[in-house]
Structures are given as C-alpha cells and as structure tokens.
C-alpha cells in the first residue's frame, strides 16, 4: 500500500520506503499517512498553523477545548542548565509540570542545545496529552532531541500516537525485537484507552528488563545456593547447624595477623579453596 509523508515544512511527498524500511525524512520529523488525502489535510493544518504561529492545544480554555494555544515565546522558562541556583525537588517538580502544561515554552525548549531529557520527556507528555496532528509532531520532535536519553525516548514511544513512528525507525528509539513484539501484540488488544495500552506496553517493558537485570538462577544453581553454607550457622532455605563448626580465633592485637596455617585451615572449611593466595 502506498504511503505519504509530510514534512515539518508542510510538503507532500509520496514515500518510497519499502515495507519496514526507515524513510529518508523521519529523522526531520517527517509523519506518515496512509492515503493522499489525509497526508494534504494535515499538510494544511501545518501550513496554517505555521503562518499563524499557533499550535492546536487539547486543553480547556476560554476560547474553548482545541482552541489554538500561542507558541510564539510569549512566555519564557529558565531550563535547568540555565539555572545559577540549585533546585528543590518542590522547585523541580513545579518546572516540569509546568513544561507539560504551558504550551507557551514547547518551542523554547524543542529549540535549546541545553534542554535536558526530563524536561524534553515532559513536552512530549503535554504534546501527546494535548492531541491533535499539529502537537504530535511536537511530541516527535521532543523524542528525536539529541538530548533525551536512551531510557527515556523508548518509554516516551510507548503511547498508541507515536507506535507508528517508532515502528519505522525501531533502532534509533531504542525498541529490541522483544518491544516490538510487545507492541504488536498490545496492539490487537480490543477496548483498550490510550492511557490503558501505554501502561500495558511500559508494564511489558519493564518486566523484562528486571528479568534481565535479576535473571532467576538455573535449578543447578539453585539448588547449590540451598545447600550453601552461609555464615557459618545459616543456610538459604532455614537455619541449621554446621557440622564442622569453626574454630575460634581468638582476638589479637592490632597489626598482627594469625598465622598462615589456621588462615589456610579456614579457608579450606569455609569455600573449599584459599585465601590470599
């Protein structure tokens, strides 16, 4: 099936990817479509929006829900690199909530070199909450940032919206073979909300990442650690009694050592080989 992509400039192109290949202009944030038309619709939401300096914001306000929210640098923001005081974690907690809530410092941070991956994850979260074409090009933009780190572009990717992109590009969002398959398989989850699918993707993700992290042992090993003497008086599973027990060594002076005899005799008794040497 052909595609079509548009590009942040507003230009309709017709892609020629091959299936699963990466297209030459989603490293500049290009989005894809799957018919011309919606590909020339959103064209001209980016047309419009560019001309008038807005960007759709999914927030109530005033003028109502979806009313266009100024991105024009109307307001400001010292990014935490800028900072010449140290922050609380109050303080801190209040930037970031504030980098997703106010559309007015979107730009300001997408365009900083010193925009850190927290706060660029934060613009992503307000993007993608805010919805609309126009706020997930934001969101991508925020993802692709040379500053947002590892960990934080592959979960930012877990949300539905931005499945599409990562898919195409798999590698540079950090995604393994097991995400992918992740996704796919949420994907055809019936009833699912776009919060609930996201959940259900991060919770995926990080089950096995602790299982990579904490691997169970093999029922060799397991079975070695129960039988393990530990300590001298415990074992894994209960407590039990040695049946050499140790021999006590009696407390000597500082800067002297026992002799290497009764090292090498505990040694033996406790891990079967020596110490020291």
């Known amino acids: 099936m052909a595609r079509y992509h548009v590009r942040p400039d507003g230009s309709v192109g017709r892609c020629d990817a091959k299936e699963g290949g990466r297209c030459k202009f989603a490293s500049k944030g290009a989005l894809h479509f ?15 929006h560019r001309s008038s300096g807005f960007v759709k914001g999914g927030a109530e306000s005033g003028s109502g829900a979806g009313a266009p929210v100024s991105a024009g640098g109307s307001s400001d923001v010292v990014l935490v690199a800028d900072r010449q ?6 303080e801190l907690f209040a930037h970031m909530a504030r980098l997703k809530d106010d559309p007015g410092v979107w730009e300001q941070v997408l365009s900083s070199p010193r925009a850190k991956s927290g706060e660029l ?4 979260d307000g993007a993608l909450a805010a919805g609309g074409r126009e706020n997930l090009q934001v969101a991508i933009r925020a993802v692709r940032h040379t500053n947002m780190g590892k960990f934080s572009r592959r979960t930012a990717m877990a949300h539905p919206d931005l499945w599409d992109e990562a898919l195409s590009d798999p590698g540079f969002y950090g995604w393994s073979d097991e995400d992918v398959r992740d996704v796919q398989e949420v994907s055809r989850e019936r009833g ?8 259900r993707v991060l919770d995926r993700f990080r089950e096995r990442d ?6 169970s042992p093999s029922r060799d090993e397991g079975r070695r650690m129960n039988n393990e003497s530990m300590g001298g008086d415990y074992r894994l599973r209960g407590y039990m009694r040695v049946d050499t027990p140790f021999r006590k060594v009696e407390r ?4 002297s050592l026992p002799d290497e005899a009764l090292i090498r005799e505990v040694s033996e008794r406790l891990w079967g080989g020596s110490v020291g040497e």
């Open 34 to 48: 799957e018919s011309a038309a919606e590909a020339r619709d959103y064209a001209a939401e980016v047309l419009a």
């Open 85 to 90: 005081e140290k922050m609380s974690m109050d």
């Open 121 to 124: 994850a934060s613009v992503a």
């Open 192 to 199: 699912l909300s776009d919060e609930d699918a996201r959940q």
């Open 210 to 215: 602790m299982r990579e992290l904490f691997p």
């Open 252 to 255: 000597l002076p500082p800067g």
